[in-house]
């Protein structure tokens, strides 16, 4: 099945700083999402992008379909928006379902 | 606050006991999903229920029950859990269940197994 790698496994910031983290995957994809799992376990959906761009307030995505990778920009960064974000991949024509990345654990300082 | 709720959202269990997990969706979704996750780990996919049918089971233990009453409804019946079996349970829902839909998860049910 598809491999999904993230980067980094943690990243610490102060506030107000700006961050990249990125996805790798290893196959052809038809769905790309990012999620934000704050400390208390709720998982947010942040993008549905499997190709192209998005942008919704701070945070923007990018996927590059055709290298195989995606990126979550989070700029000018908040302690809120602290916790886990992970990216998940299905390949395309796959009749599975979304496989993981082992996700990046951010920490934003005050 | 999230459009998928489940209940309860914290569970303590004794090997020997019956509980039941409960979620609930009102989007007019017709899949739903139910995913287990150990701490500092990704989700794990156990279930997939799509047009109230059973889809995907993950090779899950039979101590764990899947049921959906209805589209808007997924249970998870749980008997004769392991210590082991102690995870944050989360329900999610999509469009459909082909697996190119956008998931919508719950704030989960954290299980604790004595």
């Known amino acids: 099945g598809i491999q999904v790698e993230q980067s980094p496994p943690d990243l610490i910031l102060q506030e107000g700083a700006n961050s990249t983290l990125r996805c790798n995957f290893s196959?052809?994809?038809?769905?790309l999402q990012w999620f934000h799992q704050n400390p208390w376990g709720q998982l947010i959906n942040l993008f549905y992008i499997p190709s192209g761009t998005k942008q919704n307030g701070r945070l923007s995505a990018t996927t590059v379909a055709t290298e195989r990778y995606s990126l979550l920009y989070i700029s000018s960064s908040q302690t809120t928006d602290s916790g886990v974000y992970f990216c998940a991949a299905l390949s395309s024509g796959s009749a599975r379902q979304l496989t993981f990345g082992s996700g990046t654990q951010l920490t934003v300082l005050p | 606050d999230t459009e998928v709720t489940q209940t309860p959202k914290h569970l303590v269990m004794g090997m020997t006991n019956k509980k039941s997990l409960k979620c609930e969706q009102h989007?007019?979704?017709?899949?739903m999903y139910w995913y287990k996750q150990k701490a500092k780990k990704p989700p794990e996919l156990m279930f997939v229920y799509s047009y109230e049918k059973l889809s995907i089971n993950e090779s899950v233990p039979s101590r764990f029950s899947p049921e959906c009453p209805n589209s808007s409804l997924l249970n998870l019946h749980l008997h004769a859990l392991q210590p082991e079996d102690s995870a944050l349970y989360l329900c999610?829902?999509?469009?459909?269940?082909?697996?190119?839909?956008?998931?919508?998860f719950g704030a989960g049910s954290r299980l604790t197994v004595l």
């Open positions: 999610a829902s999509s469009q459909e269940g082909s697996g190119a839909n956008v998931l919508t």
């Open positions: 989007m007019g979704h017709r899949a």
């Open positions: 196959d052809s994809v038809n769905n």
